[in-house]
């Protein structure tokens, strides 16, 4: 069946530091989906990414979502402790319903 | 709009005992969704409800019914309940249904945190 791998599984980083995390899935995606989970809280959705070679930012956040739309990447520029939180990709193909990947947590100290 | 809401927030149960967690949306959405989440494991789809009357399994639905009761609502029911299912649950919707589309974002309730002893 379909999968969504997500690595690193944690990253802890300084503040001020530069984060990455990186989807990849085992088929062709319709699209893809991050999100993210405070800790003790329940996930909020960040993006939606469609097009290949889509890339999209918010602020300090840019994603991208492959040409193959196999892959998608969430890169954080400078981060501060209100990024701390675990993040999920989501994929799905048409007419299924998303698959989460296991997510990246990530730790910023001050 | 109260957006997604569970009910309760927290439960501890016996092995063996049942237990219906509730799930209801107030953004007229047609899809629903039960997930669990496990340390490491990210989030697991146990059910899903693409549109009132209609109900499919998911990756672990083992162990675990579903109600869609009407457009609002969507039910977990653990017949028997097991050590195994010491979790934490996860309701969410969407506004339509598998297929993509500018509104795809999924919606999370709260969440309830149940431990099976």
């Known amino acids: 069946g379909q999968q969504v791998m997500q690595i690193p599984q944690y990253q802890h980083v300084q503040e001020g530091e530069d984060f990455t995390t990186y989807c990849n899935s085992s088929t062709t995606l319709s699209n893809i989906q991050w999100y993210k989970q405070r800790p003790g809280g329940h996930p909020v959705f960040l993006i939606q990414?469609?097009?290949?070679?889509e890339v999209k930012k918010q602020k300090r956040l840019t994603f991208q979502f492959g040409e193959a739309k196999k892959n998608s990447s969430l890169h954080i520029t400078a981060t501060q402790t209100t990024d701390v939180g675990t993040y999920f990709c989501?994929?799905?193909?048409?007419?299924?319903?998303?698959?989460f990947g296991k997510g990246t947590t990530l730790s910023v100290s001050s | 709009n109260a957006g997604v809401t569970q009910t309760p927030k927290f439960q501890v149960l016996k092995t063996g005992q049942s237990m219906t967690l509730q799930c209801a949306q107030d953004m007229n959405h047609n899809s629903m969704y039960w997930y669990r989440q496990d340390p490491g494991m990210g989030l697991r789809l146990i059910y899903y409800s693409a549109s009132e009357g209609t109900t499919d399994k998911g990756e672990v639905p083992n162990g675990y019914n579903v109600s869609r009761l009407n457009k609002r609502e969507f039910s977990l029911r653990l017949e028997s309940a097991a050590p195994s299912q010491t979790s934490v649950y996860f309701c969410?919707?969407?506004?339509?249904?598998?297929?993509?589309?500018?509104?795809?974002?999924?919606?999370f309730g709260p969440g309830t945190r149940l431990t099976v002893l």
């Open positions: 989501a994929g799905n193909q048409a007419g299924t319903a998303l698959i």
């Open positions: 969410a919707s969407r506004a339509h249904g598998l297929a993509g589309g500018s509104d795809n974002e999924q919606f």
């Open positions: 990414l469609v097009k290949s070679g």
